[in-house]
């Protein structure tokens, strides 16, 4: 279907060339879709680049980084599955915000979250995706996976640090003593550090080889979030998660 913006004409593509049994060839996409030759060819020329088609001289085939895609879909599905209820736990205790997300390379990406109507407004708050973005690197999120990762301890130093409220620490060595805490504990705690009025304590989520795939987190107001208390069943609650993904993963 043709709605003439770029993702419709994109997902045009796409579904054509999954809905032809044999390779498709420009013409049979123009036919399909209903887009203009030079369109169709722009697209498909852009989704070869990107592995997201293959091209040969029979025409388009669906390309790899599909099957990427897909097998990271389902198994981002596997851990939200296994998580909800321990995400569902922790709002039960808390009544704050509880959230997992999961790390890409670049991109920290929020899968689960629990929160009643009075957070509402809260949730709707941006959160920061980037993991090299500054406002990441202030969050207790940021700090668990600063300890799991080097490389962005070393993109860290070379970097001014920016002062997202009076609270956040803005030296170097500062820093780096909260994400060795945070390493030797288990969790990272921030008060008002990066989003003023709001505390956060974050727990990390291991894959089978013990790096670091996700966080498990409450975030909350300041008033009414006693992060200090919550340390035991957040690392409860990341060891379950643990446990049921490395059971799911050896059931398939």
Not at 118 to 138: E, K
């Amino acid at each position: 279907m043709d709605d003439h913006t770029v993702t419709g004409r994109v997902m045009a593509v796409l579904e054509a060339v999954g809905a032809l049994e044999e390779a498709a060839t420009l013409a049979a996409l123009t036919r399909h879709t209903g887009i203009p030759k030079p369109t169709v060819r722009r697209i498909a020329a852009d989704l070869v680049a990107r592995k997201i088609l293959n091209r040969d001289a029979t025409g388009y085939r669906l390309g790899p980084r599909l099957l990427e895609f897909g097998a990271q879909a389902a198994w981002q599905q596997g851990l939200r599955q296994a998580a909800t209820p321990y995400v569902q736990d922790l709002f039960a205790r808390t009544r704050e915000i509880v959230w997992l997300s999961v790390f890409t390379e670049t991109t920290n990406v929020v899968l689960e979250t629990a929160f009643g109507t009075d957070r509402l407004a809260d949730v709707r708050r941006p959160w920061p995706t980037a993991i090299r973005g500054a406002q990441f690197l202030t969050t207790a999120c940021g700090r668990i996976l600063l300890g799991d990762r080097p490389d962005l301890t070393e993109y860290l130093r070379s970097r001014p640090l920016p002062r997202m409220t009076p609270y956040t620490p803005t030296q170097l060595e500062k820093v780096l003593a909260a994400i060795d805490t945070a390493r030797n504990a288990g969790v990272a705690i921030e008060h008002q550090e990066s989003m003023r009025g709001y505390n956060c304590i974050a727990a990390g989520v291991h894959g089978p080889d013990r790096r670091i795939i996700g966080v498990v987190g409450v975030v909350g107001r300041t008033g009414s979030l006693a992060v200090e208390r919550l340390g035991r069943p957040l690392l409860a609650a990341a060891s379950y998660i643990e446990q049921a993904i490395h059971r799911t993963q050896t059931t398939q």
